[in-house]
């Protein structure tokens, strides 16, 4: 435990929660330098004009632009901007949870460093959230980018994740999106898993809303992606759709795969053999015999990989606590 969460233990829940501001706007930003400003004074404004108690969160991932300098000076000079500098370029996603270990808010929103996302949507999104949702995500109904390169591969994409996560939102790559604090801290993020977001969450068994907002052109500096970006999100998804899928009980997916495969060429074997022993037929060129020795080392190698899988899975949870269920509230008469 390192000295700021031993402080945040000793204070009672109610200094804690006097503290917490509602909103902790979380941006990850990289070269943005002609954007920050304005963007760190939209947001300021709108959750003033909604009197929000709130934190902005910085997160500067790498910057070479003076995007550095310029929000060292503004978080020294606005006591509601805080400042992350990463020593490195990490990553959007990196970025990103970054800012969610340094975000204190009761909710948390995500948003571009780029003036594409307005903030002016923050409000609605609030009262979406009080709607009782968990995590409520942008839909850019209206997107302002690229057709080849960007709103294409990303049409692609939003439909494969919703066949393969079953959330069902229509734009996971919108970064406007507000979650509930609780929520965000049991999700790790790794690789671009930025985007899918919804659906970790959704594994978490959090409830998800969506709701129509706006989205500029980008007005200053050029998007850090291209087409490449499609390929890493393709390998994200088939990382989520393990998650989803196996993550507490690999054996039965891999061992059942496995011990058909095995029965099977176990069965096509004896089949061979006793045609072999008992009739005399030669078996040596027959492609039955080719079949049934890949299907059985194919058993076993599944069956074994289930285990290892098995023995993965328990490290995954025991190692940082993970229970393998999320508690959305106890009701209890006594007092606790
Ligand atoms: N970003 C980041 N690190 C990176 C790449 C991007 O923090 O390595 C930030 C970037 O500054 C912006 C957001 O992530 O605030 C989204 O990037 P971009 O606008 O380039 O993506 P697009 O909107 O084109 O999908
Ligand atoms: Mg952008």
């Known amino acids: 435990m390192n000295r700021s969460t031993l402080a945040g233990a000793l204070k009672s829940p109610l200094e804690r929660a006097m503290e917490q501001p509602q909103v902790s706007a979380v941006v990850p930003i990289y070269n943005e330098v002609e954007s920050v400003p304005l963007l760190v004074e939209r947001i300021a404004n709108v959750l003033q004009q909604n009197s929000f108690s709130y934190e902005i969160i910085c997160v500067d991932d790498g910057s070479t632009d003076g995007t550095t300098e310029l929000l060292r000076q503004l978080a020294q000079s606005r006591s509601d901007l805080k400042a992350v500098v990463l020593r490195r370029n990490y990553g959007q ?102 985007r899918f977001l919804p659906a970790l969450a959704f594994i978490e068994g959090a409830r998800i809303g969506e709701m129509p907002v706006q989205h500029h052109a980008r007005q200053f500096g050029k998007s850090k992606y291209g087409l490449g970006r499609t390929f890493r999100v393709l390998m994200d998804l088939a990382t989520i759709f393990f998650m989803k899928k196996f993550l507490t009980r690999p054996m039965h997916v891999f061992g059942l795969f496995g011990l058909f495969a095995m029965l099977l060429g176990i069965g096509l074997g004896g089949y061979l053999t006793v045609l072999k022993l008992g009739f005399g037929a030669a078996i040596g060129d027959r492609p039955l015999l080719i079949l049934a020795v890949v299907l059985f080392l194919t058993g076993i190698q599944l069956f074994s990989f289930g285990l290892l899988a098995e023995l993965a899975m328990r490290t995954y949870h025991e190692s940082q606590n993970r229970p393998i269920y999320r508690v959305r509230e106890v009701v209890s008469s006594k007092a606790e």
């Open 93 to 194: 996603t990196a970025a990103m949870a970054a800012g969610f270990n340094h975000a204190q808010g009761q909710v948390i929103i995500t948003l571009d460093g780029d003036l594409q996302n307005d903030p002016a949507d923050i409000p609605r999104l609030m009262a979406k959230l009080d709607e009782g949702y968990d995590l409520v995500s942008g839909w850019r109904k209206e997107r302002q980018d690229a057709m080849v390169t960007r709103l294409i591969p990303s049409r692609i994409a939003n439909w494969l994740i919703r066949k393969v996560t079953e959330v069902k939102i229509h734009d996971y790559g919108c970064s406007l999106k507000a979650y509930r604090s609780e929520l965000v801290r049991d999700m790790n993020l790794y690789g671009e898993l930025h």
